[in-house]
């Protein structure tokens, strides 16, 4: 798998990701949570690895595969306590997709020399 259609995967499911958590907001059921904890554990997980030379997404994303995590998960018991941490957790997801994108290359102007006309030819 080459470098660049792994950043574009890890991008399409950081904003998968973001996307999950703002609809997290709403009233939802049981396994809707479980998933999104899946989702949003194995999302933050390539983050990482999308990341792994710059320390500070790894600790953020790291602290959100923890908080996330489906195998010993984290109970706040009240939605109320969930509703900022989806949101800022969705924010952070986005703020990664948009800092993180693929910069435009710009064209190298390439330079020619200009040959006068008959130059070659020309007679001292």
């Known amino acids: 798998m080459s ?3 792994f950043d574009y995967f890890v991008s399409v499911i950081s ?3 973001a996307l999950l958590l703002f609809i997290a907001v709403l009233k939802a ?5 479980w998933l999104l904890r899946t989702v949003i554990f194995i999302g933050a997980l390539l ?3 999308k990341n792994s030379n710059h320390l500070y997404w790894g600790l953020l994303f790291g602290l959100v595969a923890i908080l996330f995590n489906p195998i010993f998960p984290i109970f706040l018991y009240k939605k109320m306590y969930w509703v900022p941490l989806d949101i800022l957790t969705g924010m952070l997801f986005l703020i990664e997709v948009i800092i993180n994108r693929p ?3 710009k064209p190298v102007p390439t330079t020619k020399k200009k040959v006068k006309k008959y130059e070659r030819d020309r007679m001292y």
Not at 29 to 33: H, N, V, W
């Open 3 to 5: 470098k660049g259609f």
């Open 103 to 105: 910069k435009k290359v």
């Open 47 to 49: 983050v990482i690895i």
């Open 15 to 17: 904003a998968c990701c």
């Open 29 to 33: 059921s049981r396994e809707y949570y």
